[in-house]
T-cell receptor, first 115, second 113 residues
Framework: DGGITQSPKYLFRKEGQNVTLSCEQN?????MYWYRQDPGQGLRLIYY???????QKGDIAEGYSVSREKKESFPLTVTSAQKNPTAFYLC??????????????FGDGTRLSIL | QKEVEQNSGPLSVPEGAIASLNCTYS??????FFWYRQYSGKSPELIMS????GDKEDGRFTAQLNKASQYVSLLIRDSQPSDSATYLC?????????????FGRGTQLTVWP
């Protein structure tokens, strides 16, 4: 089955620790995105990537880093510089190249909490 | 600043009623519009896409777009308790980075039996 796989489902971070959230897709989508969602809030864009080895900051990139070494994978690292990392993290992907009309499809999310 | 605004809710309707969810956007060159449904604790699920002025129907769902008024809505007919969720409006802007969506904060819908 085609889809987007995020792991782990739950993650706990200690103070001063970096943690990495995994996102893998087998939809052959070019573009991938990371969002953060806080309770009662909409989605805020952290980073996005349209092609391998290239990515752009979104609206709240501070304290996060990403890589895009393979088309299928777009891991997100939450660094110790992110002082309030507790949130629901969502990875999404979409087709690029047919104008700007393509919707994004989401993985199941990773819930990150501080210990 | 591109903004997407949704009626804050929560919206509560009885089973069988029509639920009406509204969304306005600030950028006149917005081109593509999407409605996502998000159940509590789950990820958003795409339920409707609309690109042209007018209505688009899919089962019990109807999306309505009015670009002149910068307004997009979602109607849910014969609402069911299983429709209880948060509905997110998302807008893609022509000229923005391809694929980038701007999301509203969502409207929480409760359908009571």
């Amino acid at each position: 089955d085609g889809g987007i796989t995020q792991s782990p489902k739950y993650l706990f971070r200690k103070e001063g620790q970096n943690v990495t959230l995994s996102c893998e897709q087998n939809l052959n989508h070019d573009a991938m995105y990371w969002y953060r969602q806080d309770p009662g809030q909409g989605l805020r864009l952290i980073y996005y990537s349209q092609i391998v080895n290239d990515f752009q900051k979104g609206d709240i990139a501070e304290g996060y880093s990403v890589s895009r070494e393979k088309k299928e994978s777009f891991p997100l690292t939450v660094t110790s510089a992110q002082k309030n990392p507790t949130a629901f993290y969502l990875c999404a992907s979409s087709i690029v190249g047919q104008g700007s009309n393509q919707p994004q499809h989401f993985g199941d999310g990773t819930r990150l909490s501080i210990l | 600043q591109k903004e997407v605004e949704q009626n804050s809710g929560p919206l509560s309707v009885p089973e069988g009623a029509i639920a009406s969810l509204n969304c306005t956007y600030s950028d006149r060159v917005s081109q593509s519009f999407f409605w996502y449904r998000q159940y509590s604790g789950k990820s958003p699920e795409l339920i409707m896409s609309i690109y042209s002025n007018g209505d688009k129907e899919d089962g019990r769902f109807t999306a309505q777009l009015n670009k002149a008024s910068q307004y997009v809505s979602l109607l849910i007919r014969d609402s069911q308790p299983s429709d209880s969720a948060t509905y997110l409006c998302a807008v893609n802007v022509r000229g923005s980075t391809l694929g980038r969506l701007y999301f509203g904060r969502g409207t929480q819908l409760t359908v009571w039996p």
